[in-house]
């Protein structure tokens, strides 16, 4: 059921949405001259996919986590994006290619041994990442390993359609702050 919800929001996502995202898109090309950002993540079953999502910081920065990466790389149109959470917009594709969910853990990346561990320990890769979850609404990052992999599976073991629901609502209102980065 919840993969029928997926494909149907985020094909409806990205037909409605199509403007914001052609818009955004100038934008960012004016911004970085690079607007889209594709990094490998850990995927399903610990299987790599590309994740896509608007740049938010300078071209040159380092991939590492965001908690990892310096605040001076943000720009001032990727500080509004993150904000307004539109970064997050370009990830509809993923969820449209069966890559991603909307609800479920979010993607790490491959360099996260810590996170990948602990994931793997607590079952967290039989389920498809997603763009939000009870982590990102609860304000838990990836700066937490062990905590982020335990409320992932909390999350994976009691996940309901009305809990599906919720998470996004939480997020398109406003819940959780993403992952933050260095001062």
């Given at each position: 059921m919840i993969r029928f919800f997926d494909v149907v929001f985020s094909l409806a996502g990205l037909l409605v949405g199509f403007p914001v995202l052609v818009v955004l898109y100038v934008i960012g090309l004016f911004d970085t001259g690079s607007p889209l950002f594709f990094q490998q993540r850990v995927g399903r079953h610990?299987?790599?996919?590309?994740?896509?999502?608007?740049?938010?910081?300078?071209?040159?920065?380092?991939?590492?986590?965001?908690?990892?990466?310096?605040s001076a790389s943000i720009t001032k149109f990727g500080a509004f994006l993150r904000r307004t959470k539109l970064d997050e917009l370009p990830q509809l594709w993923n969820v449209l290619k069966g890559e991603m969910s909307l609800v479920g853990p979010r993607p790490g990346l491959?360099?996260?041994?810590?996170?990948?561990?602990?994931?793997?320990?607590?079952?967290?890769?039989?389920?498809?990442?997603?763009?939000t979850g009870l982590a990102q609404v609860s304000e838990i990052d990836m700066s937490t390993p062990a905590l982020l992999a335990e409320t992932d599976a909390r999350m994976i073991a009691s996940l309901s359609v009305k809990d599906y629901f919720k998470y996004i609502f939480m997020t398109v209102l406003g819940k959780g702050a993403g992952d933050r980065v260095k001062g």
């Open positions: 610990q299987k790599p996919f590309t994740l896509v999502k608007f740049r938010t910081m300078k071209v040159d920065t380092a991939s590492v986590a965001t908690h990892l990466a310096s491959f360099n996260q041994e810590e996170l990948t561990s602990e994931r793997d320990a607590f079952g967290v890769f039989a389920v498809r990442p997603g763009i």
